[in-house]
């Protein structure tokens, strides 16, 4: 997951290093702690001071671009994860003689994410 974000942040232009590493800290406190974020709460549990937390937080992000752009990865990773399942199954079919037994579900559940994040699917090289 950690990769995933960082590279969304590394890619999106307007989110430079003194930023990305804020909200790396940020998100990893926050999928780590359960209770009312605030920044005293969220301080005690990373290393960042709350008036960090609290100098951040006053600041424009585009999460709505953030989240976009995590959704089509995690989409292009699990599309991708299907997609070699589905080949190692033939391959492995092929050397059997018999039919591919491909799971079904994958295949829909693959085509439903696509379709549903209007993304075209390109693995990464």
């Not at 990769?3 to 003194?18: E, F, Q, R, Y």
């Not at 591919?100 to 990464?124: G, M, Q, T």
């Amino acid at each position: 997951m950690e990769d995933i974000v960082n590279s969304v942040l590394t890619s999106m232009s307007g989110v430079k290093k003194p930023p990305r590493i804020f909200l790396m800290g940020l998100f990893t406190v926050l999928r780590l702690y359960q209770g009312k974020a605030t920044f005293r709460n969220l301080s005690r549990y990373s290393e960042m001071h709350e008036k960090r937390f609290s100098r951040w937080c006053r600041r424009a992000f585009d999460f709505a671009h953030y989240q976009e752009r995590v959704c089509v990865r995690r989409t292009n990773a699990l599309i991708d994860l299907t997609l070699r399942r589905w080949i190692a199954k033939a391959s492995h079919a092929d050397r059997d003689r018999q039919p591919p037994d491909i799971n079904s579900e994958s295949r829909a559940f693959a085509l439903s994410l696509s379709i549903i994040f209007k993304v075209d699917y390109l693995p990464e090289s």
